[in-house]
């Protein structure tokens, strides 16, 4: 049956060929070729601008400097290298990211290099994957459409953990694959133990985003695994002990490690990983009540609306919506389509069928995802989709082949028209969104996608046009999704909250890619390294959006982020900006903004700069929030104290601060910051923070000085 499967449905049985030998090499030259063409188009779209960005995300860049600097701040996913706080999330895509900044030199290449990279390895993954249950024609489709997927496209040139999690996750559904097509028990428990070391990585990459595909990946080797039933069982109980293994083993030493000795676990509550898994990055993610070091709504708001920000209204829309359309949802429609269509052509396949099997591996993996996506009233962004790229690629290319060796029968050729049409028209309605780019595409896609199900139709009758029908329905469908992962390689991005895509490409609402950042027009740039800026940015281009997780309403959209940066740079409260009020520090006001002198990400001047620069103490200046600290790091190449790390952690307490002010082990405080300057008591909420707390002791001991357009206190002279 394997063999049948691996072989083209259009080639002639191995006996019709004269000489066999010859055909085989052939066809294998061919496919090879085609993989080398695949990988090299990968690739050079990936690396091609790849520094543009500069340091991308200043929050993962600095961590990823401080690591090269001190192998404890490396091991545990410091933001500073005197390991002081961690950032909000596991440390394994700063590991890799570390090791290549260390070999290649920190900087802008040294960071990225490897994202690029583990895009280029997902692609390859993805080939494999079908092409082992398929053919090599197969996998070279699933393996386009995923590199086609602007989400994809973005994060694989991004220094945010998203690029090893699909990695990791994309190995795990190979191993998978691999675990099916054995009959021998202990290669089929090795096989599927590997995946469970790669969900375990997995984990330690984005904690349990990583896991969302474990029930596809259980369920597919539960009902198509070739052993009995009750070895079937006994493999994945051994998978998911290695699973607990290769996710445990870190979590437990930082549990061993002495408090004293290691930095604050950032975004948790009681500086344990154990909490940022339950709360933070856990079910607060699914929930909206994150327990942890994210923020609660506030009054009149609900959960969804404050913690769904940036990804859209919750519901079964939320994919294709103005905030997460151009990311992912290029290929939903025809997924889906090969999805069912495909499922129905192997109905009366044995249990074990490897077309089936894995149609239900992609199929599980994206129905759970899009699912726990589509309704989480917890913390989410665009960029979040880019986990169900590998699925929406191996659905198409297994689902693809399933309808593909069935194009004698009308239900294959319907089900193959069926996918180009529903994917030529979906991405007609996301290019017509943003109408002023490229106008007339749209229609010459759609136009593409119909000739070819008409010929698909017509190949019962006209056998010679079925495979010219196939390369321009798969070129036709996947230009969309291609032309908009072309135009996110072309262009800079930075922040926090990176969106794929043009100039302009989300609109309705929606924070847009390019154009509805934070306005950089006016920041000073001098000081900080070669290439740290995006490309513009220096000019004033708008770059990606760095606000804090939550911090404008749901429906805001890009006008209401132009109203919260003025309204809180002149000091206005909530009401002035015409948002709801509770935005900021318990009394109604927003949130306070970083001077013009740095620290929003990533931008300093060169007078603080050269101030910072010169101390000689521990941690060279203290500031509120993780994005401000970063930026001063980038700039200063110096230790920088994140007082509330990302989420307004209570790290440190103003008793822990006065005594390191005593100690002479930080020099300066400057007062403002991004990140961390919230009130731990949510988003209005009544508690006062620790960093509020702290900026209203220096200011009543400390006399402040402007440095060039920031507010410094000089914390040297203090005597206790």
């Known amino acids: 049956m394997t063999a049948q499967l691996d072989r083209p449905a259009a080639m002639p049985p191995s006996h019709a060929r004269q000489p066999s030998w010859q055909g085989r090499w052939w066809y294998r030259r061919r496919h090879l070729l085609g993989l080398l063409g695949l990988l090299a188009a990968t690739a050079t779209l990936y690396l091609w601008n790849l520094t543009a960005s500069g340091y991308a995300n200043t929050f993962y860049a600095a961590a990823v400097q401080a690591g090269t600097k001190d192998w404890t701040a490396w091991f545990f996913g410091s933001l500073d290298s005197e390991n002081f706080i961690t950032v909000d999330k596991p440390p394994a895509s700063l590991w890799v990211m570390g090791l290549s900044a260390r070999l290649f030199g920190f900087s802008s290449f040294g960071l ?121 069982l006994v493999h994945l109980m051994g998978a998911f ?99 069912v269509f495909g499922s129905i052509a192997r109905g009366r396949a044995p249990r074990t069928d490897l077309l089936r099997a894995s ?35 191996g659905m198409i290319g297994t689902g693809g082949y399933a309808l593909w060796v069935r194009r004698e029968s009308i239900w294959g050729r319907a089900g193959m028209a069926a996918m180009m049409i529903s994917a030529g028209t979906w991405s007609w309605v996301l290019l017509h969104r943003n109408a002023d780019w490229l106008p007339a595409l749209k229609w010459i896609l759609l136009a593409g996608t119909v000739v070819a199900a008409v010929m698909i139709m017509l190949a019962g009758r006209y056998k010679k046009l079925a495979a010219a029908a196939l390369i321009l329905g798969a070129v036709a469908g996947l230009g969309g999704g291609a032309s908009y992962a072309i135009a996110t390689t072309t262009n800079a991005h930075s ?81 002035a900006a015409g948002l709801p009020t509770g935005l900021g520090t318990g009394d109604g006001g927003m949130p306070s903004m970083p001077s013009m002198g740095g620290g929003m990400g990533g931008e300093t001047n060169e007078e603080l700069t050269t101030l910072l620069e010169s101390t000689t103490t ?71 923070s620790t960093s509020s707390q702290i900026q209203e002791w220096v200011e009543a001991n400390f006399t402040a000085t402007t440095v060039g357009g920031a507010t410094v206190y000089d914390l040297s002279s203090y005597a206790g």
């Open 112 to 232: 990225l290099l490897p994202q690029a990279l583990m895009g280029v390895a997902s692609v390859a993954t993805v080939y494999a994957a079908v092409k082992r249950v398929a053919n090599p024609t197969a996998g070279l489709l699933a393996g386009f459409a995923l590199a086609s997927v602007p989400a994809a496209a973005l994060m694989f040139d991004f220094d945010n953990p998203d690029a090893l999690l699909v990695l990791l996750m994309t190995l795990g559904g190979y191993f998978v694959v691999r675990s099916l097509q054995t009959t021998a028990g202990r290669r089929a428990a090795m096989w599927l133990a590997l995946a469970g070391v790669a969900l375990g990585f997995a984990f330690l990459t984005k904690m349990l985003q990583g896991l969302l595909v474990l029930p596809a990946f259980g369920l597919t080797y539960l009902v198509a695994g070739q052993a009995q039933l009750r070895s079937r």
């Open 241 to 339: 002990a290695a699973l607990v293994v290769a996710a445990g083993w870190w979590v437990v030493t930082v549990q061993l490690w002495p408090v004293s000795a290691r930095p604050y676990i950032g975004g948790s509550t009681d500086n344990t990983v154990m909490d940022l898994v339950l709360g933070y990055n856990g079910f607060g993610r699914i929930f909206g009540n994150t327990g942890g070091g994210g923020m609660e709504a506030p009054a009149g708001m609900s959960a969804g609306a404050a913690g769904s920000s940036f990804g859209g209204s919750t519901g079964l829309d939320r994919l294709f919506g103005s905030e997460m359309g151009i990311q992912i949802s290029w290929l939903i429609p025809a997924a889906l389509v090969a999805l």
């Open 359 to 393: 149609l239900i591996l992609w199929g599980g993996w994206f129905l759970v995802t899009a699912l726990i996506f589509s309704y989480m009233s917890g913390t989410i962004h665009p960029y979040y989709t880019v986990a169900l790229a590998p699925a929406l690629a």
């Open 495 to 575: 922040g926090s909250i990176p969106t794929a895509g043009p100039t302009g490409a989300v609109s309705d609402g929606g924070m847009g890619g390019m154009g509805g950042g934070m306005p950089t027009s006016g920041m000073p740039t001098s000081g900080m390294p070669d290439g740290a800026l995006p490309a513009g940015a220096a000019d004033g281009a708008a770059t990606d959006s760095a606000l804090p997780d939550g911090a404008v309403p749901d429906g805001a959209g890009a006008d209401g982020v132009a109203a919260y940066v003025g309204a809180a740079a002149a000091g206005a409260t909530a009401d």
């Open 618 to 688: 521990r941690w060279s200046v203290a500031v509120n929030g993780s994005m401000s600290a970063a930026g001063y790091e980038l700039s200063s190449d110096t230790a920088v104290m994140a007082i509330g790390g990302w989420s307004g952690d209570p790290a440190p307490s103003l008793d822990e601060f006065i005594e390191y002010v005593s100690n002479h082990e930080v020099t300066y405080y400057v007062s403002g910051g991004m990140g961390g300057g919230m009130a731990r008591g949510g988003m209005g909420g009544d508690t006062e």
